[in-house]
């Protein structure tokens, strides 16, 4: 009897078209919803005070959403694809924070950002997978 690693290690078969489509879902979301926000915020009496807790929800549903077409699109390892969809996510919005707003990109920040995309992401490949049987 001895500790098996084996299952903690990211699997090597991940659906690499899935994590694209779930990838391109969640940054097409991600504009709309910041559309849809910038009209809300234009005519309502929202406040922009609100708007760091409105960016983690755009976050958060962008990647839950294109993980949970991730996850359906693959039929297995909704935690793994789900990731991947956050993390590349994530990775996309941090290189496009330092190309045109470097000024104020924080590393902190986007740390936090990274996380939520990555549980947003987590939470719908699992559900996506479940979706898909």
């Known amino acids: 009897m001895g500790w098996q690693t084996n ?3 990211p699997p ?7 994590l694209w ?3 391109l879902v969640a940054l097409g979301l991600t504009v709309v919803l910041i559309l849809v926000l910038a009209m809300v915020l234009q005519y309502t009496s ?10 983690v929800l755009v976050v958060v549903l962008s990647n839950l959403v294109g993980g949970f077409f991730a996850g359906q699109k ?7 694809h789900g990731l991947g969809v956050g993390l590349a996510f994530a990775l996309t919005a941090i290189l496009v924070t330092l190309g045109f707003f470097a000024d104020s990109f924080t590393w902190g920040g986007s740390f936090v950002k990274s996380l939520w995309s990555a549980g947003g992401g987590i939470l719908g490949g699992i559900l996506g997978v479940g979706f898909s049987r």
């Open 21 to 23: 489509r779930g990838l």
């Open 46 to 55: 929202f406040k922009e005070s609100s708007l760091p807790g409105a960016g």
């Open 74 to 80: 693959a039929g297995s390892r909704g935690l793994w």
């Open 7 to 9: 299952n903690a290690a």
């Open 12 to 18: 090597s078969n991940l659906n690499i078209g899935a």
